[in-house]
């Protein structure tokens, strides 16, 4: 069984920063990308940023240069730092992995963190 959990979400000023932190455990050999997506009511859950296990990122326009993914592999950890933070970046926080498990691709997600920016 794979439990994926994040945790570091919580209410911070415009300009400011969060550090959001997932760890996945279970029956996994290698995570072959993990990711961090948001969703604000109202709003479908969307890719925020994407790293795969060869380093290889990618982001949404509208965090470019304002947030960071990165991961340790031996850990299976993943992380987003995130700076500069608008009112527009308030949602839910889900990571998602993908790994390979009976020789398919699988994702799981955590339960999510909820990321609230005040103006």
């Known amino acids: 069984q794979v439990q994926v959990v994040e945790s570091g979400g919580g209410l911070v000023q415009l300009g400011g920063s969060l550090r959001l932190f997932c760890a996945a455990s279970?029956?996994?050999?290698?995570?072959?990308?993990l990711s961090w997506y948001r969703q604000a009511p109202g709003n479908q859950r969307t890719l925020v940023a994407l790293?795969?296990?060869?380093?290889?990122?990618n982001y949404a326009d509208s965090v470019k240069g304002r947030f960071t993914i990165s991961r340790d592999s031996a850990k299976k950890t993943g992380y987003l730092q995130m700076n500069s933070l608008k009112p527009e970046d308030t949602a839910v926080y889900y990571c998602?992995?993908?790994?390979?498990?009976?020789?398919?691709?699988?994702?799981?997600w955590g339960q999510g963190t909820q990321v609230n920016v005040s103006s």
């Open positions: 998602s992995i993908v790994i390979i498990f009976g020789g398919v691709y699988a994702q799981y």
């Open positions: 279970g029956s996994i050999n290698d995570i072959v990308s």
């Open positions: 790293i795969t296990n060869s380093g290889n990122t």
